[in-house]
């Protein structure tokens, strides 16, 4: 992910900045230019880079900052701010309201990714009890309504497009009439893809958007468009009232720098960014975060309510409680398995850490052990509640191993081979034997009774090494302020 990469050069030339010992013009250039080739590197468009470094210089004036103060904290900030101004155009977009029917239209250059992302958008509204609907209004590319009612489908959204009629605007307005009538409370209009030059293609985007009203239109962009995202996304602009851009793979290769370019020429802010071809991987885009994340500074935030989504504070003490008492049980081990699964790619979490990066955990690992998590979990789904809720190990024999292999299709060699997982986190989780446990709602006071000891016996060794060690582990505990949550994550989930 490039986008990672210039969150990395970002932060080295912020670091060497540090390390200097007098901060004088000089090395304000020298990070100011290091931080320019990072931009541009990254396809963001020139003048805003221009801009953004002679605001910051304009800031910054080292002359006037009187002896004592921190110079280095002012100009972080002052590239956290500027990088935030470039990101957010000042206005929100209009945020459609549950309940109250809002159209929403998606425009967008071919292959941007509309309609994988209509569908992405729809789907997350119904997660949160949201009526959403689909209309294609893509009359253009042979196969797009197969597309949308396939993905539809699957998400459980209702749609509507026709196979043999060719005028956009006619199916747009009765779409949007059908599921008025049906009271959906978002209806989404995907659209054809098209590129500046197509005129005849932007009269037609124009009447769609003339015909239906959206209340919002979603410029799509892909996060590899590079240096061409400006002024594509002032040509879409210029014909229809853009009022949200959304970028997509920014899981891939991508520089990513052109979102922020796109924000310029839209004067409107990304709201959402898609990170996979998934129908889930697809997040909330929020500016502060995201530069924090960029900075390596972290989104402490994110992560906090990620973990919160997931686990319910109320039942982290009571598992605390029987992993105090050295009671690891496959049921555990099954109940950690569901919380990581639900809490998403473990890279995105990872991202939201201060001084962690995406990049540490590559995408092609994460998901071979998705799968290997799945398949365990089918193994364990072929258990006896005895069996799960056992600590004897010697209960476990060959002929309760057979009948799981049996009963979930997998080998014997894989059952034993997720027994042997289990020992291994049953070994970990032990080390936690004796761990003060904190009353109910007392969350806080677990932080006091834990350290770094205690941290790095239950972090895999890997992990415990990218992070710099005991010394690196005790700088995160204290950035982090509090190990709650830590336990949580590193240990699978649910603590
Ligand atoms: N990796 C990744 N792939 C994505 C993402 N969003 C969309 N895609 C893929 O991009 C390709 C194009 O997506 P579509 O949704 O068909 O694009 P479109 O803009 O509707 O295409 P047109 O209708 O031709 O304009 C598909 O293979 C999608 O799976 C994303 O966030 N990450």
């Not at 008025?180 to 209806?187: F, T, W």
């Not at 240096?227 to 290769?253: E, P």
């Not at 761990?435 to 415990?464: C, D, F, Y």
């Amino acid at each position: 992910m490039v986008l990672a990469q210039l969150g990395g050069s970002i932060s080295r030339a912020l670091q060497q900045m540090s390390n200097a010992t007098i901060i004088d013009e000089k090395v304000l250039n020298e990070c100011l230019n290091e931080i320019t080739r990072a931009l541009l590197q990254s396809d963001v468009q020139f003048k805003l880079v221009r801009d953004m470094q002679s605001n910051i210089k304009k800031i910054v004036n080292l002359d006037d900052l009187a002896a004592g103060h921190n110079k280095r904290k002012i100009i972080q900030q002052a590239i956290f701010n500027e990088l935030c101004k470039m990101l957010d155009p000042g206005k929100p977009s209009f945020t459609p309201k549950k309940g109250k029917t809002s159209v929403v239209m998606f425009v967008g250059l071919q292959g941007s990714g509309k309609t994988t992302t209509c569908t992405k958008y729809a789907y997350y509204h119904q997660k949160k009890g949201w009526r959403p609907a689909l209309v294609c209004a893509d009359t253009f590319r042979a196969g797009a309504f197969d597309q949308l009612k396939q993905n539809a489908t699957k998400a459980k959204i209702p749609f509507y497009g026709s196979y043999t009629e060719s005028d956009p605007v006619k199916i747009a307005v009765e779409g949007v009439e059908t599921f008025k009538k049906e009271n959906c409370d978002l209806i989404i209009v995907d659209t054809s893809g098209r590129h500046k030059q197509e005129a005849a293609l932007f009269e037609e985007m124009r009447q769609v958007s003339e015909a239906t009203k959206p209340d919002l239109v979603i410029f799509v962009m892909d996060s590899s468009i590079g240096q061409a995202a400006f002024d594509q996304a002032q040509a879409f602009k210029q014909s229809v009232s853009v009022g949200a851009v959304i970028v997509t793979k920014m899981d891939g290769h991508a520089k990513g720098g052109g979102a922020l370019s796109a924000v310029a020429a839209t004067k409107s802010p990304v709201i959402f960014i898609g990170t996979g071809e998934h129908m889930d991987e697809f997040e909330i885009f929020d500016v502060k975060p995201f530069v924090s994340r960029l900075l390596g500074m972290g989104d402490w935030s994110g992560f906090m309510d990620k973990i919160h989504e997931v686990v319910p504070m109320d039942q982290q003490p009571e598992l605390l409680q029987k992993l105090s008492e050295g009671n690891f049980t496959l049921r555990i081990m099954y109940e950690q398995f569901q919380n990581i699964l639900k809490m998403g790619p473990i890279s995105q979490v990872f991202s939201m850490l201060p001084g962690f990066s995406a990049e540490l955990m590559p995408k092609g690992r994460e998901k071979e052990s998705s799968a290997k998590i799945k398949r365990y979990m089918t193994m364990m789904d072929s258990m006896t509640n005895e069996e799960l809720d056992s600590t004897n190990p010697k209960l476990m024999n060959e002929s309760r191993m057979m009948r799981i292999a049996r009963g979930s299709g997998r080998q014997v060699r894989e059952v034993m081979e997720m027994l042997e997982e289990y020992k291994r986190l049953a070994k970990i989780w032990s080390k936690m034997k004796g761990l003060k446990i904190p009353k109910k709602g007392e969350m806080s006071a677990l932080s006091r009774n834990m350290n770094a000891q205690h941290m790095s016996k239950v972090l895999p060794p890997q992990m415990l090494k990218q992070i710099g060690g005991m010394g690196g582990l005790q700088n995160l505990m204290k950035q982090m302020g509090s190990t709650k949550d830590m336990m949580g994550m590193f240990g699978g989930g649910d603590k």
